[in-house]
């Protein structure tokens, strides 16, 4: 069983930036696909970026294209969204979730999500 805790959320104005961080515990991150979407009140779950099981592909949705990067830092197996030049229409609650083997943006495969993170960003 692998439990995600993400941590970085708040309330941040417009053209600001955060740092998402989700972390495992029960096991490591190698060899699982991760990704981070949101959810805003009354809205479907949407997909943000992905990282791929093996590390080497990222994608990103067209919204945040060239302002959200997704990483991991293997030195503390912990998986980072990184979120630049916000937006009002970028708050959210903030999930990520984990995956074994592959490479998805398709919520329902993925297998463990974490409580989520609030990120609010005012005009």
């Known amino acids: 069983q692998v439990q995600l805790v993400e941590s970085g959320g708040g309330l941040v104005q417009a053209g600001d930036s955060l740092a998402l961080s989700c972390g495992a515990s029960?096991?490591?991150?190698?060899?699982?696909?991760v990704g981070w979407f949101r959810q805003a009140p009354g809205k479907e779950r949407e997909f943000v970026a992905a990282l791929s099981w093996n590390g080497y592909s990222t994608r990103c949705v067209d919204s945040v294209q060239g302002r959200f990067t997704i990483s991991k830092n293997n030195a503390n197996d912990t998986v980072y969204l990184r979120m630049n030049s916000l937006k009002p229409e970028d708050t959210a609650v903030y999930y990520c979730a984990a995956v074994a083997g592959i490479f998805t943006t398709t919520p329902a495969r993925y297998t463990f999500w974490g409580q989520g993170t609030q990120v609010t960003v005012s005009s």
């Open positions: 029960g096991r490591t991150f190698d060899n699982y696909g």
